[in-house]
């Protein structure tokens, strides 16, 4: 193979426009890559913000459960990973079982309603059990009967399913904490349009495994901003490089 040579000093410089052209797209694309290191920027001011807020939730004393007058305006930003505590009564026998996989392992959750002294329903997930105890009949002494105080972090509904698994409620395959769904399985009615994740208070024969919420915000945003102000950087010097050598092709000429 022939190498080919570099551009040349002693070369006919581009045109006007074509050099025009070349800069002007070199320069859009330093201004994109700029907007880009800046959209990241903000991102990570964002979930600083966010890591922080939910950070002080958790470690907040425990407040009662958002009653029916709060259901309404309940969303991930306002409520998520909130401490709360509910009392009432568990319907054992309303319980479901959503796939899990854990630090224990693969298993299930298992999402227990419970009803409160005025009637309204709040789906607890209990906790984790493997594969073996999935049916309640294999953990009797993990009931609780009589009136319970459960403690643990609120979470948002997870309808549907996974992004690669539905859920098949008429076959009681559960792939997320749907508790909408639930409900309208189990024939409940006032129920809470959340779930609380249960702490770690050890149930009966250690089972059903409370504590085990995964906490977890990615933020890899500061590593993003760098790599796309570093572009904008090489690109802003292409151009100027660009503009350079063509000038001092042009002397050359001279």
């Known amino acids: 193979m022939t190498d080919i040579p570099p551009p040349s ?13 070349w800069v002007i797209l070199l320069l859009l694309l330093t201004a994109a890559l700029i907007a880009l290191g800046t959209w990241q920027v903000k991102r990570l001011s964002w979930k600083l913000d966010l890591i922080a807020r939910v950070d002080a939730r958790v470690h907040a004393p425990p407040v009662a459960a958002p009653g029916p007058a709060e259901w309404p305006t309940i969303d991930a930003a306002g409520y998520e990973y909130k401490h709360v505590q509910a009392t009432g009564t568990f319907l054992n026998d309303k319980e479901a079982q959503v796939y899990a996989s854990t630090a224990l392992g693969a298993g299930y959750w298992v999402l227990t309603p419970m009803k409160e002294a005025d009637g ?4 607890v997930n209990r906790g984790f059990v493997p594969s073996d105890k999935r049916n309640p009949n294999t953990r009797p002494a993990g ?16 309808p549907k399913g996974t992004l690669l698994r539905s859920n ?3 076959e009681e395959r559960w792939y997320s904490r749907d508790v909408t ?18 702490d770690d208070t050890k149930n009966p024969d250690d089972l059903p495994v409370g504590g085990l919420t995964q906490i977890v915000f990615p933020n890899n945003h500061l590593v993003y901003a760098i790599t796309w102000y570093g572009l904008a ?8 490089y660009l503009v350079y050598f063509e000038g001092q092709r042009g002397k050359a000429r001279h």
């Open 9 to 21: 000093l002693s070369e006919k410089p581009r045109s006007a426009l074509t050099l025009a052209i």
């Open 143 to 158: 009931e609780l009967a009589g009136e319970t105080t459960v403690t643990g972090l609120l979470r948002i509904n997870e």
């Open 168 to 170: 098949v409620p008429a």
């Open 181 to 198: 769904a639930i409900a309208a399985a189990r024939g409940l009615q006032n129920v809470a349009p959340y779930f609380i994740d249960a």
């Open 120 to 123: 309204t329903i709040i789906i």
């Open 233 to 240: 950087v090489m690109t802003s010097g292409l151009a100027a």
